[in-house]
């Protein structure tokens, strides 16, 4: 459905006048849910947003921009945001937008506190939790009264796409932007997004030069170690299963090491198949404490006699960081960690 804060087009194209238009506007808010003391603000609001030009174009205080959808109409300078994922939150307030400016975010259960990015992030710390992405509450985000929803869509992913459809039923402009997380570049296109929608183009293109700033003095660094170890990055599942994920990060390094690529994304290895893990270094990330997932590993007969666990080269990092971080905080982070190892 396309995004658009205007509902009386939607009714019909007959001609009313104002009372009826008011009439009409009321009735469709009541029907969206909008019920209480914001009902007459919010309609008065619609329906100024309404009377656009008579030649079709945009209502004042919109622009026209590109986001993974095509071409949307958000406002020119959003004051009420509700953000959709972690990492668009991180990468949004990042970019220096005022934490007042965000009604909204979701952040599962354990709230800002269960994530390692947006713990670090005092002004995240206020931000109202609306739940839990991709368990849309209506209410909750309606309640809220953004003026623009901010997510993240991978092309060609339907439950994405489900998120989507579900997000600009509310009736407010939703801005899709680029999920990027397989590679370097990838990342940086994200950021770029991020800063299209919140309306800051140039604080987007400063945060990528800063932040592969950091990136290359790393590698420059690394460079002096002479030839880099191979690195495979782990994630643990139930019954023994290990998830060798891809890292955009130690790619963009120059790190070797049997990774899954970015067209694999992740390849699963059963308990029995674990010896393939070959690599100099592994850096597991711990879903729960690390305690639980070094015993957990330590089950597998086969675990003990990895090149790496024979030498003492594994490490064991946060998962929420590692395994589903990539604002470019997360990078500076898992930069600090890339230091730590092999420093």
């Not at 947003?49 to 958000?74: F, K, M």
Request: with cysteine.
């Amino acid at each position: 459905m396309p995004n658009s804060i205007c509902l009386a087009p939607a009714l019909d194209n007959t001609t009313l006048d104002t009372d009826e238009q008011w009439e009409r506007i009321v009735d469709a808010l009541t029907r969206r849910g909008f019920l209480g003391a914001g009902l007459g603000v919010a309609a008065a609001t619609l329906l100024a947003a309404c009377s656009s030009d008579e030649d079709g174009s945009a209502p004042s205080g919109l622009v026209t921009v590109q986001d993974e959808t095509g071409s949307v109409e958000i406002p020119s300078d959003p004051q009420r945001m509700v953000i959709a994922h972690v990492s668009a939150m991180a990468t949004v307030l990042d970019l220096g937008v005022p934490p007042e400016k965000i009604v909204g975010g979701f952040f599962g259960l354990e709230g800002v506190s269960g994530d390692a990015v947006l713990r670090t992030m005092p002004e995240a710390a206020n931000i109202p939790n609306l739940g839990t992405a991709g368990t849309w509450n209506k209410e909750a985000i309606i309640g809220a009264s953004p003026d623009l929803i901010v997510m993240l869509l991978t092309a060609g992913n339907a439950y994405a796409a489900k998120s989507y459809d579900e997000l600009s039923a509310t009736g407010v402009p939703v801005f899709a932007g680029f999920n990027g997380y397989l590679t370097w570049d990838e990342m940086k296109k994200l950021v770029t997004s991020m800063g299209v929608a919140v309306r800051r183009e140039e604080a987007a293109a400063e945060l990528n030069a800063r932040t592969e700033e950091h990136l290359l003095a790393i590698k420059d660094r690394l460079s002096a170690l002479g030839s880099l170890p191979s690195v495979t990055l782990l994630r643990t599942g139930e019954n023994g299963v290990v998830y060798n994920q891809v890292d955009a990060l130690l790619d963009a390094l120059g790190f070797p090491g049997d990774r899954a690529t970015s067209e694999e994304f992740t390849r699963t290895l059963t308990a029995e198949q674990l010896d393939q893990v070959t690599s100099d270094v592994i850096i597991v990330g711990a879903f729960q404490d690390q305690q639980h997932v070094r015993a957990q590993l330590a089950m597998n007969p086969l675990w003990e006699r990895l090149p790496a666990v024979r030498s003492g080269n594994v490490h064991y990092v946060d998962d929420s960081l590692w395994g589903s971080g990539y604002s470019p905080r997360a990078t500076e982070l898992r930069l600090d960690d890339i230091e730590r190892i092999f420093s």
